[in-house]
């Protein structure tokens, strides 16, 4: 219940980071501004998809992951059903791209956000995530929560949108697992 209640608020969290960046007309500042979201999310220690899954080493902590998930969809959702006009033209370009192209861009935003996430962990300094956040948002990588929650904003509630947000999931973990383990064993071998 404690994962699922910290997963809420990491949601609720990446919805107030959207909102931010969705509403600065300086999108340069609202990509920095961006950050509080995965900030607050490391400081009080709620859960986040993009942040957990890089952590991942068994089958038997998939039930924690879609916890986590689930959490991080019910807090977007709570904050972002008011609909939002400045989300539009961002998911119809996000939805137009082929998914080959999508997968490759979330499997940058899972590096960038596992590199946010052990930095932090290892050093209790956040100012890695004033780097990397508007780092992925700049260059266009994709964040799943990130995603669904300008999907709420604009009610894209189609198959196109369900597809979108799948592939994100899964080059979010992709990106995010193998670097981790990437960085695992060149420590064990070191």
């Known amino acids: 219940m404690k994962t699922f209640i910290n997963s809420i608020w990491g949601g609720i969290m990446i919805s107030i980071g959207s909102m931010i960046y969705l509403n600065c007309p300086n999108k340069i500042v609202g990509a920095f501004l961006f950050s509080i979201g995965l900030i607050t999310i490391m400081i009080f220690k709620f859960k986040l998809y ?17 916890t ?6 019910i807090g977007c959702a709570s904050i972002l059903m008011i ?14 791209y082929c998914l080959p192209y999508t997968f490759g861009k979330s499997v940058i935003c899972g590096i960038l956000i596992y590199v946010c996430v052990a930095t932090y962990r290892a050093t209790k300094n956040w100012y890695i995530v004033l780097i990397g956040v508007p780092t992925f948002i700049l260059c266009g ?9 300008f999907i709420f904003a604009t009610r894209e509630f189609t198959l196109n949108a369900l597809i979108f947000i799948m592939v994100v999931v899964i080059g979010n973990a992709v990106g995010s697992l193998c670097i981790s383990l990437c960085t695992q064993y060149t420590k064990q071998n070191d």
């Open 141 to 149: 990588a994709e964040h799943s929560i990130a995603d669904l929650c």
């Open 50 to 66: 993009t942040g957990e899954i890089g952590y991942i080493r068994r089958l038997s902590e998939i039930p924690y992951i879609l």
């Open 83 to 96: 609909p939002t006009n400045n989300a539009e033209e961002i998911v119809v370009n996000k939805l137009s």
């Open 68 to 73: 986590v998930l689930i959490g991080n969809f």
